[in-house]
């Protein structure tokens, strides 16, 4: 049975079960990937930027003779934001290949459709079956990331601390737990609002303007996404020059996100780039020490980033993929092959 789900007022037992779900699609799919803790599930689920709105579904089994409420087997999300809505769907490895995946995208795409909505978008794995998946459903791949991940015991500390000391002169090097000082604020979103499309797709939208910047962090902490950030300081004008940015999420501690890392054009060459991601490396294992992995998305043709996160340790892990569909094309198609 499938069913519109508020997480905010869900019993414990379901996000429990939603999380045995998510676990299990990790372990099949996925299986070097940390399995994800209960901590702050509610709040990931529930939280979104102000505008922002994301609605949710569920598919659960029957109950068990006694009454006790069937598992979770599968669950759909959309975020409306912008123009787009962005859908995330998992069915339990147990019951797939049975039309439920189908069935949970067809929800979410009449309701995108209804509120207005063009188009649908959605992030796939590469090397998993989400891919065959959205592509029989008309879903076009519009953009490709690498995605890579850093194990923190290959790591060379020494080397790493050399790395972080190799800025030119004239720089200043800074670490913010949970993110950049409210006087720096508005340098920080002047620097990533220069360069619009180092490593994002369309997906993972940055925050150009301060308030945007404020709310993006604020609403990191409410979905017990812990940010830290570096940034370079060029001392003579006060800008930010460099910024690099990671999540500890308490969803999966033990591997961090890696987020924008942004060199402004002028301050290019000064090895900032390489500097900023070895000092946030040394802080993250004096602060956060039970971090294991690093994982960080790089557009494939950004070889500059990819050429420092090789010397960092990085390896490649997987393709990870953008998809997008009309809406109105999607709930024609869905509607027919019932
Ligand atoms: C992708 C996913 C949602 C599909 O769920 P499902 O219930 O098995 O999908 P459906 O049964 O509705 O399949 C619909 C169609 O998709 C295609 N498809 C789905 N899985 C496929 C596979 N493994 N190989 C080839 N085609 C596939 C088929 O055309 C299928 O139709 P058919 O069974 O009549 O041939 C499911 O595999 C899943 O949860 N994957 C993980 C999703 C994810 O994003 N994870 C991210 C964190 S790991």
Known sequence: MVREWDPRNASSAELASLLDTLNAVLATDLPQDPPWRETCMREYLAEVMPGERRISWVAQAEPAADGTPGPILGHVHVLLLGSIGVLEVLVHPSVRRLGLGRDLVLRAARRVYQEGFESIGVEVVGGTPAVAFYESLGF??????????????????????????????????????????????????????????????????????????????????????????????????????????????????????QYDTIVVQDHRGYGIDRAIKARMLLELRSTEPQLTEVQTWNAQANEAMLKVNAELGYLPDREWCEYSVDVAELVHRLDNSR
Request: contains cysteine.
């Open 140 to 257: 076009a791949r519009e953009y490709v990331e690498t995605r890579s991940v850093l194990d923190l015991a290959a790591v060379d500390w020494t080397e790493l601390a050399e790395m972080s000391t190799g800025v030119g002169t004239g720089y200043h090097v800074q670490f913010h737990p949970g993110g950049p000082p409210d006087e720096l604020i508005e340098a920080y979103a002047r620097a990533k609002a220069e360069i619009r499309d180092v490593e994002d797709g369309e997906l993972r939208p940055s925050s150009y303007d301060p308030q945007r910047l404020r709310d993006s962090l604020d609403c990191l902490h409410r979905r017990g996404m812990k940010p830290y950030i570096v940034l370079a300081l060029h001392e003579q004008t006060g800008e930010v020059a460099g910024l690099t940015e990671v999540v500890v999420p308490a969803q999966h501690p033990t591997r961090a996100d």
